[in-house]
């Protein structure tokens, strides 16, 4: 039920920016915005993300059971992690919130694509990673 009321607020989140502000709800482009010097719209950018943050941080202390993460992973990891997905943002020209969210919704064929993209190297990663740290 949880994860129908969370995929319900994301496609009313995501409709409310694209009918107020005409723009699609991506990640990867609302932050490049923020770093853009020339950017003439960061408050809302910056106001966005920052609201993207309370939201964990307040599920954190209101039903803390629902952030607890189990992993192997090492600060390196993360670091590459995060280094490979920016770098997938931008070979794809958007993030999976903005073609996966918004694209597929708007039956665009670039975003399937990504989309796919995305969730493929997903699975390989993760096999590799399991594979590096010594079995599957």
Same mark, same amino acid.
């Given at each position: 039920?949880?994860?129908?009321?969370?995929?319900?607020?994301i496609?009313i989140?995501v409709?409310i920016m694209?009918?107020?502000?005409?723009r699609v709800t991506?990640?990867?482009?609302?932050v490049?915005?923020?770093?853009n &010097?020339?950017a003439?719209? +960061?408050n809302? +950018?910056?106001f966005?993300i920052?609201?993207?943050?309370?939201? $964990?941080?307040?599920?954190?202390?209101?039903? &803390?059971?629902?952030m607890?993460?189990?992993?192997l992973?090492t &600060?390196?990891?993360?670091?590459?992690?995060?280094?490979?997905?920016?770098f997938?943002?931008?070979?794809?020209?958007?993030?999976?919130?903005?073609?996966?969210?918004?694209?597929?919704s +708007?039956?665009s064929?670039r975003?399937?694509?990504?989309?796919?993209?995305?969730?493929l190297? $997903?699975?390989?990663?993760?096999?590799?990673f399991?594979l590096?740290r010594?079995?599957?």
């Amino acid at each position: 039920m949880q994860s129908i009321f969370g995929g319900a607020l994301i496609g009313i989140a995501v409709s409310i920016m694209l009918l107020f502000n005409g723009r699609v709800t991506g990640i990867s482009g609302i932050v490049g915005g923020i770093l853009n &010097p020339n950017a003439l719209d +960061r408050n809302w +950018r910056i106001f966005f993300i920052l609201g993207l943050f309370l939201g $964990g941080l307040s599920l954190k202390y209101l039903a &803390p059971s629902s952030m607890i993460l189990e992993s192997l992973a090492t &600060p390196n990891d993360y670091i590459l992690a995060g280094l490979l997905v920016g770098f997938g943002t931008i070979m794809g020209n958007g993030c999976t919130s903005g073609h996966g969210v918004c694209g597929i919704s +708007r039956f665009s064929k670039r975003s399937i694509i990504s989309t796919l993209t995305f969730i493929l190297s $997903g699975i390989v990663s993760v096999q590799l990673f399991k594979l590096l740290r010594g079995g599957l």
